[in-house]
């Protein structure tokens, strides 16, 4: 059993890459920081192969798969991902398209890529990494909840097809809320509610992936969340988003 995580040097994914090794599955990892990569591979009791590569660059994309595609891989992790805070107007134009590239371009190639040959050879799971984000409006951080909705979408359509078609693949995707890792770092964020375990999170999506399991949302919280938002108007659920959003970046105490 093999599996090839991506986004593998922090926080969800590595999480997410110790919990397969824990359940016999030898590993692709592939992130940007090759030295985070070795470490984890380390201390790992699997077979380990380090790919390092940056998802923003297309060309790294396509050498990645090439560089997998006639291996057995049994279940593909699209974790990989970035944010970014700001009024829209704002935020860099070129930051933000390289967040595009890794949260949509990247997750959409290597789903594109590997899925025809799971379906040929009639098993394999892929787990695409979203966000409670998909489902709300995300004044000042537009982009980024944009991105993890078209994930969501993509995910939801793609499972149908594989549904209709009888196939044994089956695609989950994971939307927590919350999690502390080096994302919020990264995107310039404070969460202005507790996040959840990235342990708990990552055992919970490799549970449900396993299961077959289209959507995977961690915690009672989210699937509250989830719940209630649906009764909630969009005009409403933007302004109610925009003030969250501006206690994440610390314009409001």
Not at 64 to 75: A, N, P, S
Not at 116 to 135: D, E, H, M, Q, Y
Not at 219 to 242: E, N, T
Request: glycine share 8%; hydrophobic share 45%.
């Amino acid at each position: 059993m093999k599996a090839l995580v991506t986004g593998a040097s922090s926080g969800i994914g590595r999480e997410i890459a110790r919990e397969l090794a824990r359940r016999g599955y030898d590993l692709i990892l592939t992130a940007r920081r090759a030295d985070r990569l070795r470490e984890l591979a380390a201390e790992l009791p699997v077979a380990v192969e380090v790919l390092p590569a940056d998802l923003t660059d297309r060309a790294q994309v396509t050498d990645l798969w090439e560089r997998v595609k006639d291996q057995d891989i049994d279940i593909l992790v699209n974790n990989a991902g970035r944010g970014l805070f700001g009024p829209f107007d704002e935020t860099d134009l070129d930051t933000e398209l390289e967040m595009l590239e890794v949260n949509i371009v990247a997750l959409h190639t290597l789903t594109k890529r590997f899925l025809p040959k799971l379906k040929a050879r009639g098993t394999g799971r892929i787990l695409n990494v979203a966000s409670s984000a998909a489902f709300l409006p995300g004044p000042l951080l537009s982009s980024y909840y944009a991105s993890k909705a078209y994930v969501l979408r993509l995910s939801e359509a793609v499972a149908e097809e594989l549904r209709r078609s009888g196939s044994r693949v089956t695609i989950s995707v994971l939307c927590p809320g919350p999690v502390p890792t080096e994302f919020d770092q990264v995107a310039d964020v404070r969460f202005s509610i507790p996040g959840s375990d990235c342990k708990a999170v990552a055992r919970l999506a490799v549970e449900g992936t396993l299961q077959g399991k289209l959507l995977i949302l961690p915690g009672v919280r989210m699937k509250a969340v989830h719940f209630f938002q649906r009764f909630v108007p969009d005009k409403v659920l933007s302004r109610l988003c925009w003030r969250v959003q501006r206690r994440k970046g610390g314009l409001e105490q």
